[in-house]
């Protein structure tokens, strides 16, 4: 008698024990993706829903298009410092030219101008 009680105990605790880790994976799963879509639900009308592969071309609003533009207008005008190392250190970003710095045979720095 006390056997079967036993072994109807330890059978509920297993299915308890599978329906908690079955449930906790559909948590984990899923509600970090429904909580990611409901803060950026303004990305899929852009970008379309991954899931329906028929969705994917949506209609940019001119708003959108005027931001993606404004964006590419940002990117294009981001300098890149030139940097050469000929006759000591010269940075240049555009046209403006940052002062040369030559490192002499004992160490010290002197400081020049530069004419490029």
């Known amino acids: 008698m006390i056997t079967i009680i036993i072994l109807i105990l330890i059978v509920h605790l ?3 024990i599978i329906l908690i880790l079955i449930f906790h994976l559909i ?3 899923w509600l970090p993706i429904w909580q990611w879509r409901r803060r950026n639900h303004h990305l899929f009308t852009v ?3 991954p899931d ?3 969705s994917n071309l949506r ?3 001119s708003s959108q298009e005027k931001n993606i533009s404004d964006l590419h207008t940002a990117i294009a005008h981001i300098r890149i ?3 050469s190392f000929e006759k000591g250190l010269s940075i240049s970003v555009g046209h403006q030219h940052l002062p040369r710095r ?3 045979a004992q160490g010290s720095v002197s400081r020049r101008n530069s004419t490029a």
């Open 14 to 16: 297993i299915v308890i």
């Open 27 to 29: 948590i984990i799963r």
């Open 47 to 49: 970008l379309g829903d």
């Open 52 to 54: 329906h592969s028929d």
């Open 59 to 61: 209609k940019i609003t």
């Open 81 to 83: 410092p030139n940097i």
């Open 102 to 104: 030559e490192i002499s």
